[in-house]
């Protein structure tokens, strides 16, 4: 093999790559040259070999995708896995040990036959076989019709930079590799076509086979498709040539052209020249990265005109290439860098080119839809808006995080948007554009190296004498909101006298305006409010001072920025608007919204209006006042809350509080209604310094007083049907896709009993993707005198009374029919109805489940059962459950129990039982879940 390569890349991977297509694998012979940069002696070395990533259901790309609950990985056949085998690696002809670490089976530890000593360098040669996984784990290898598309396919060095720079793939698209120069002749099947950023530099054909060789100089990237039809464009601009196969949205050859000379154009400005001939973008580079919102439209709706959503996509796709390609950082450590100025052009690019683009598109001006304040957002305004949803749900992080430990939005949106609107951020407090020329500086100073935060820094510093303090050390490093108030504005003489509060626990600098109506008479840079600060300004024409008022700083609370110096009643108008929105900080805003729901059958359909100021983003303080009238009991129901949520900034386990009071009125039986009551307050426990962990705690303290109709055919509720209990509950949950582990202690205290009771619950899905199930359940009175004239208070062995009115029952008072069938797992758990339905003195349960056939289960269940003035009585009862979505849709098929075999009896559909939930935010839930 060769190994002469010209340019200053210090080190060399030269490799031979035969394709066996059907057997989904690859022979590779290489050769690894790596320059040891550093004062250090090494004697042994690091490589990645990320094709070994998916090899078992424990690595930790495996156990990625269970945090997220992404189930392809885990149910995938053991063929569609990907794994490498080494079958060996020499130095100067002599085999030299290696091993995978044991935690990291995708890294390789390679022992030196000699020591590697300052400025030297190492040559190994390995000989391996890659099995390619199937491309529906990360997009990337083989697909169904055998179309390869490759990313870190092959073993490449470590870095070195003083300490070793090794970490496992977890589907991030983040190898940390040197700067290379790289040959690569790859021999494959002649109804292929070969794609790559490489340059081709020789071609021929051999037997069955095509056998090309390509090369580059200074690289980091290796991307490689081997596709039957290729569907890879060409496209030779004025700066480099544009490699692509992303959509073309329908243009005609010219106008892509155009376009893409454009897009060249503007790289080329604006980042400096691109140091290779050819940037290869791919349509899965942009389905892993693409332009949020466009992406979520079907085909046949399109807002936006062809040439802006081509452009854009491409635009998006190569500015993370291009600066992939040059940039050479940890990404693990400051992905931050190119994310940020990822978005940052992306933003400056539509202001330069569409600045009246809306972030609907042509839906803004829709007759109907033109009337939301999301109408008029501009389309550049929404990488604030996203990025403030995390912050507003209390799981932003910081930008300098480790890529890894970044819940799924912040990674893929998040931060990526607040990274960008930091550097905006940045360009206007620093004024006069400078930041422009100082990325372009950092860029070409740093081109094909390896850079850092530090080196960034370090430059912007030297270009300005003001204090940047709070973007390195508080704007990058933590995740504190920033949240500015004006107090006061009076008018003093021809002055306005303006104090201004710092709410959050950071000081950042603020702009303030005085403004005549909507229009800026002046604005001023305000960087030291620690606390408070008092400033004097013109008086003349002014009829309010607003902070931020171009929003242009991610401030987390912009509805108390404004104060009126003129005489209004209000800072800020009442607005009604009809449906939800998106928060419009110059009004005060309540919203309607009709409804239509089914909650029971005994209400039926319910029809009604609900009055809230729940915005698109969460605000502290919430309510929601609901009139409705069920068409079923021809009667007025509804309901009011209002709930206040204080996110914790100083204690690191202690997430939020939350404060609450509810009310509500409905039907509990035919033409019977209870209201409900309950003040409650909420402590929630997460570890906010590991939010990917799906660990929480939460403590539930709530007086709950129920008021109902009295019914006098039903002795459960002819004596006291009014009654008022203390609960409270702590739960522990700790859940993923192979392991669930939950429990909850829950306390009842009332005038005629009290109560106290353990549920635990354990999930465990298997190498051989076997589920099993375990639940325990224990309740006992405290005391209990309502025992001698009902049950209703009393531990449920099969379908719990629900006297505090929690579960979602559709029918919950019905002793017969369909909807008395209704399960809910829950105190005893059992799904056959037996002899002994309650016990009124304590009860202790087992629930176990495993699976048979995918979602075909066998469960059985087994207690104890005691009732005053009797013995324990033992309680049993097995079946077939058919769980199509766990919780959510499941039928249980009673098969053998105390009362026999139930599934001979000829009521036998009496006795089957199922799960529903119509609740479409709980069923929104297993979709969010794997991003937050």
Known sequence: MCNSFKGFSQNNIDLKAVFDIPQKQIKIEQTIVYKNTTQDTLHSIYLNDWSHSYATKTTPLANRFAEEFKTEFHFAKNEDRGYSVITSIHQNDQEITFKRLKNHID????????????????????????????????????????????????ITPAVYNGKWQHFSNKGLDDLFSPLSNIKLQVEYPKDYTLTSELDDTDFFLKDSTKVTTLSGENRINSKLFLYKNADFNNIETDYFTLVTNIGTEGLNPIDRVIISDKIAGFLTKNLGAYPHKKLLLSYIDYKKNPIYGLNLLPNFIRPFPDSFQFELKVLKTALNNYLENILIVNPRQDQWIIDGLQTYFLIKYVDENYPNMKIFGSLSRIWGL?????????????????????????????????????????????????????????????????????????????????????????????????????????????????????TDAEIIEDSIQVTIKNNANITVPITLASMKDDTVISRIWLDDIANTKTVKIAAKDVTKVVLNDDYSIPEFNLRNNTKRVDKHLFNRPLQLRLFKDIEDPKYNQVFFMPIVEFNNIYDGLVLGVKAYNKTVLKKP??????????????????????????????????????????????????????????????????????????????????YLDINRDKDPNNEDTSEDPNYSVFNARYNHVDKDLKNFNAWFTDL???????????????????????????????????????????????????????????????????????????????????????????????????????????????????????????????????????????????LYFPVYSNLGWEIAEPNYGQRIRFIITLDLKTLFGLFTRRWY
């Open 107 to 154: 890294v390789i530890k390679v022992t030196l036959d000699k020591p590697l000593q300052a400025n030297e360098a190492y040559t190994i040669k390995l000989n391996y076989v890659v099995q390619i996984p199937n491309d529906k784990f990360t997009r990337y290898g083989i697909s169904p019709d055998n179309n390869v598309s490759l990313r870190y396919w092959y």
């Open 370 to 486: 033109k009337s939301f304040h999301a109408a008029n957002l501009n389309f550049n305004d929404q990488y604030a808006f996203l990025f403030m949803h995390m912050a507003r749900e209390g799981i932003d992080q910081p930008l300098l995080m480790q890529k890894d430990s970044l819940l799924k939005f912040n990674k893929n949106i998040a931060n990526k948007y607040k990274a960008g609107i930091g550097y905006k951020y940045l360009d206007n407090y620093l004024g006069g554009n400078k930041i422009d020329s100082i990325i372009k500086e950092f860029i070409n100073t740093n081109s094909l190296k390896e850079t850092t935060t530090e080196n960034l820094e370090t430059l912007v510093r030297s270009k300005t004498t003001k204090n940047l303090d709070w973007f390195f050390d508080t704007y990058l490093q933590t995740n504190q909101d920033i949240d500015y108030t004006i």
């Open 621 to 702: 303080f919430n309510y929601n006042i609901s009139p409705q009238y069920g068409t079923g009991s021809n009667s007025l129901t509804g309901s009011f809350s209002f709930n206040y949520t204080n996110y914790n900034e100083t204690k690191p386990n202690l997430f939020s509080v939350r404060y609450g009071m509810s009310a509500s009125y409905e039907s509990y039986a035919e033409n019977l209604f209870v209201t409900k009551f309950t003040p409650s307050v909420s402590f929630i426990f997460r570890d906010k310094t590991n939010l990917r962990s799906n660990k929480r705690q939460y403590l539930t303290l709530r």
């Open 748 to 890: 009842q205290i009332a005038k005629n009993f009290g109560k106290v009771a353990f549920n635990y619950e354990y999930r465990k899905l298997t190498e051989r993707n076997r589920q099993f199930k375990l639940r325990l359940y224990t309740g006992i009175f405290l005391y209990n005198n309502t025992y001698r004239d009902s049950d209703y208070f009393s531990f449920a062995l099969d379908r719990p009374t629900d006297y505090l009115f929690d579960y979602n029952y559709y029918g919950r008072s019905e002793s017969s029919g369909l909807f008395s069938q209704q399960l809910i797992i829950a105190e005893g758990g059992f799904k056959s109805k037996l002899s002994t339905p309650f016990a009124n003195q304590w009860i202790s349960t087992v629930n176990a489940g495993t699976t048979i056939w995918r979602y075909i289960e066998a469960y059985g269940d087994i207690g104890l059962v005691k009732n005053h003035g009797s013995d324990a009585k033992f309680v049993y009862d097995s079946g077939i459950r058919f769980s199509l979505v766990d919780d959510y849709f499941e």
